[in-house]
C-alpha cells in the first residue's frame, strides 16, 4: 500500500515517518480524545476490541457492528476511516451517517480535533474545512458528514466508503442503506448500533449474515474494561442468575455488582437491550417463547463465515440423519439442512441458501448426504417439497425418510408442532452441547403468537425447522442405525469439548516480565 507523505515532511525525516503513517496503531497515538474519566484529552491508545475491529474492516468491505453501549466502537471506526483518508494518495473520501444532527457533529468534531492536533509537521492545508466536510488540498482525499434525515440523502455523492452510526436507531434504515450502498459501491461500509426492535432491518441484516455477505463484528459489555465497580460490598453474594453468567461469560464479582447497580437504575429489560452479553439480550423476544432460555443457554453457538458450516467431519462408522427445510430460492426464505449424528444425538452440519431454487438445493443436499454416509433424510412433500422429493428421486437419492404406511412428512400445525415438541424435549434433556450460532438465535427468538412457534415478524426460522426435522427424522431412524453406531460417542463428544475449552484458556504463568 503506497502512503502519502505529506510535503511539509522535510526530506531527510520522509523515510522515518513513512512506517509511521503506516501502521496505523502507532498513528492513531497521535490522536487526542477525551477520556470521561479524566475529562482532559489524551493520546489514543486503542484497546484489544478496537484493534481487533480495525483487523476485521481490513479485511471485509461490508462490516455489521453489534454492541454495548459507551464501549468506543464509534471512536475506533472513525480511526480507521481517518486514518484511510489522512494516508491515501488518492481522492479517497469516507462518509459517517448519524441518526441526528447532534450526534453528527460531534463525529465530525472528532475528526477535526484530531486533524488539528497533528504535529505541525504533518498538518496539511485544507481545500474543504467546514461542519460537514473536510478535503485535503494535496490528495482530495476527506470525510464528510450527514444526518439521515437530511434531503436527498447521500445520492449525488460519490464516497469510498461509508461509518453508519446507530443504524437500528434512523427513521427509515432501509432507505437510507440503499442510498448508501449505491453510493460507495464495492467501498467500506460499516454499520454500527445498539439493538433497537427484534426484527428490524439491523436485526434482519445480522440474521442474514454472512450469506448476504456482511461481516458481523460483537462488542459485548462483558468484554469492556471499565464496566466493573470499584469495588465489591461485604457479604456479596451471588445469585443463581448470576452463578449462571459466570459459567457462561467467566464474570468476575465487580463486574456482577456493577451490573447490579446498572440494573438497579435501568431496570433489568433496558439494561439486557443497551448493555447487551449476548445476542439473545441484545434482541430480546417480547412475546411467548418456545424454548426456556435457561435450557438454550447451556448450548454453545458456534459462529461461522460461510453458508456451509461444518460443526464435526464425517467419521466412518458412524450414521447419520438431516432434516430438510425448502424455500422457492428467489432471496426471501432460507432453505436449510441441519445433520445429526445418530449416536451422540449432535448437529453436525448446517447449510443455508435463499437463491438456490428446490430442484438446485435438492442437488445440494444430496451431495451433503453422499458426504455424511448416505444420511436418511427427512424433507416435506408439501409447498416447495414437491419438487424438491421429485427431484431427489431423479437424483435416486438412497435414503428418504417415510411413515410406516409409506409416505412422506407432510407440514401441518399438528406434524409441525410434533416436530417441536420433540425438539424440545432434546434441548430440555441437555442432550445438545453445541450447534451453529444462527440455528441457536432462532431457536431463542421461535414465538408462539398463535400455535405453532414462529420467528419473530420479518425474521426466519429455517434453521430451526430444519434442526426440528432432523431430530424427527432421529426419532424414526431403524434400530439398526442405532446398533451400528458408536455406544459412547456423547461421552467421547463431551471430552473433546472439554479439552478445546482448556486449550482456549489463559495460562497461569507468562514468558514476559
Not at 477525551?34 to 484529552?41: D, E, N, P, S, V
Request: proline share 4%.
Amino acid at each position: 500500500m503506497t502512503v502519502h507523505i505529506p510535503a511539509s515532511v522535510p526530506k531527510e525525516f520522509r523515510n522515518r515517518i513513512e512506517p509511521v503513517l503506516r501502521d496505523r496503531e502507532t498513528f492513531c497515538q497521535m490522536l487526542q480524545i477525551k477520556h470521561k474519566q479524566l475529562r482532559r484529552f489524551v493520546p489514543f491508545a486503542p484497546n484489544d476490541a478496537q484493534k481487533r475491529l480495525w483487523q476485521v474492516l481490513d479485511e471485509h468491505n461490508r462490516v455489521i457492528v453489534v454492541k454495548a453501549r459507551q464501549v468506543g466502537i464509534s471512536t475506533a471506526t472513525r480511526a480507521w476511516q481517518f486514518h484511510r483518508a489522512y494516508t491515501s494518495p488518492h481522492p479517497e473520501v469516507f462518509a459517517v451517517l448519524s441518526f441526528h444532527d447532534r450526534s453528527a457533529r460531534n463525529l465530525r468534531r472528532m475528526d477535526r480535533a484530531w486533524l488539528r492536533g497533528l504535529p505541525s509537521a504533518l498538518q496539511r492545508p485544507l481545500a474543504l474545512d467546514s461542519a460537514t466536510d473536510s478535503e485535503f488540498e494535496d490528495t482530495g482525499a476527506g470525510v464528510s458528514s450527514f444526518t439521515t434525515g437530511g434531503k436527498g440523502g447521500t445520492r449525488s455523492y460519490d464516497f469510498t466508503g461509508a461509518h453508519l452510526s446507530e443504524f437500528a436507531f434512523y427513521n427509515d434504515p432501509g432507505e437510507v442503506l440503499s442510498q448508501v450502498v449505491s453510493t460507495v459501491g464495492d467501498g467500506s461500509l460499516i454499520i454500527e448500533s445498539t439493538a433497537n426492535v427484534p426484527g428490524d432491518t439491523f436485526h434482519q441484516l445480522i440474521e442474514g449474515a454472512p450469506e448476504n455477505g456482511w461481516r458481523v463484528f460483537t462488542y459485548w459489555w462483558w468484554e469492556h474494561a471499565a464496566y466493573r465497580a470499584p469495588a465489591v460490598p461485604d457479604g456479596f453474594i451471588r445469585t443463581e442468575e448470576e452463578e449462571g453468567l459466570v459459567e457462561r461469560f467467566g464474570l468476575d464479582d465487580r463486574q456482577l455488582q456493577w451490573r447490579r447497580s446498572q440494573i438497579g437504575t435501568l431496570g433489568a429489560a433496558r439494561f439486557r437491550r443497551e448493555y447487551p452479553a449476548d445476542l439473545a439480550d441484545a434482541f430480546a423476544s417480547r412475546e411467548a417463547t418456545w424454548f426456556q432460555a435457561e435450557d438454550l443457554d447451556q448450548i454453545a453457538g458456534v459462529w461461522f463465515d460461510s453458508p456451509e458450516r461444518e460443526l464435526e467431519e464425517p467419521r466412518e462408522e458412524s450414521e447419520y440423519v438431516m432434516g430438510v427445510d425448502i424455500s422457492g430460492g428467489i432471496g426471501q426464505d432460507y432453505s436449510a439442512v441441519c445433520v445429526v449424528d445418530v449416536a451422540s444425538r449432535q448437529p453436525v452440519y448446517y447449510e443455508r441458501s435463499n437463491r438456490l431454487a428446490p430442484h438446485a438445493w435438492a442437488a445440494r443436499v444430496a451431495t451433503i448426504g453422499y458426504r455424511y454416509n448416505h444420511a436418511l433424510c427427512l424433507a416435506e412433500s408439501n409447498n416447495h417439497g414437491f419438487a424438491f422429493l421429485r427431484e431427489m428421486q431423479v437424483l435416486r437419492y438412497p435414503r428418504m425418510w417415510q411413515d410406516h404406511e409409506g409416505r412422506f412428512w407432510f407440514t401441518s400445525v399438528s406434524s409441525k408442532l410434533d416436530a417441536y415438541d420433540g425438539l424440545r424435549e432434546v434441548v430440555e434433556a441437555g442432550i445438545i452441547q453445541q450447534i451453529d450460532h444462527t440455528a441457536l438465535q432462532e431457536l431463542r427468538g421461535l414465538e408462539v403468537r398463535k400455535t405453532t412457534p414462529e420467528a419473530p415478524s420479518g425474521l426466519h426460522d429455517d434453521m430451526a425447522m430444519a434442526t426440528a426435522l432432523a431430530y424427527r427424522c432421529l426419532r424414526d431412524a431403524p434400530l439398526l442405525l442405532r446398533q451400528r453406531a458408536t455406544a459412547n460417542r456423547i461421552e467421547e463428544f463431551k471430552i473433546h469439548k472439554q479439552a478445546a475449552e482448556r486449550r482456549k484458556q489463559a495460562l497461569a504463568w507468562s514468558t514476559t516480565q
